[in-house]
């Protein structure tokens, strides 16, 4: 059974800057696209970016657009998420998940999903 897990939360300063991790393990991540979402506290969750099998065609929402790189590495089974000048409104959880296709589709379903990792940020 494939298992997502992510890392690299924490506490920071407004204006710092995270790298989130998204370790697969028990499925083959590196054939499907990947995607992060976050979660903040009463909202939604929302999709983050998105990146193909072969780290092609990433993808990004308005919001992350500019501050946010998503990336990975396939020979460790890892899909990063670069945060920078991170902002209080940043403050959530973030969650990797993989759909069952190797190329985005942004309608596309998701099969596997991480528990997440908290990304608190201070003002």
């Known amino acids: 059974q494939g298992q997502l897990i992510e890392s690299g939360g924490g506490l920071v300063q407004a204006g710092a800057s995270l790298r989130l991790s998204c370790t697969g393990s028990?499925?083959?991540?590196?054939?499907?696209?990947m995607a992060w979402f976050r979660q903040a506290p009463g909202k939604d969750r929302d999709l983050v970016a998105a990146?193909?099998?072969?780290?092609?065609?990433?993808y990004y929402e308005n919001f992350a657009k500019g501050r946010f790189t998503i990336s990975r590495d396939n020979a460790k089974n890892m899909v990063y998420l670069q945060i920078d000048n991170l902002k209080p409104e940043d403050t959530a959880i973030y969650f990797c998940a993989s759909q069952p296709l190797p190329h985005f589709y942004y309608y596309s379903s998701y099969d596997y999903w991480g528990r997440g990792t908290q990304v608190t940020v201070s003002s």
């Open positions: 990146i193909d099998y072969n780290g092609g065609n990433p």
């Open positions: 028990g499925h083959p991540f590196s054939d499907y696209a």
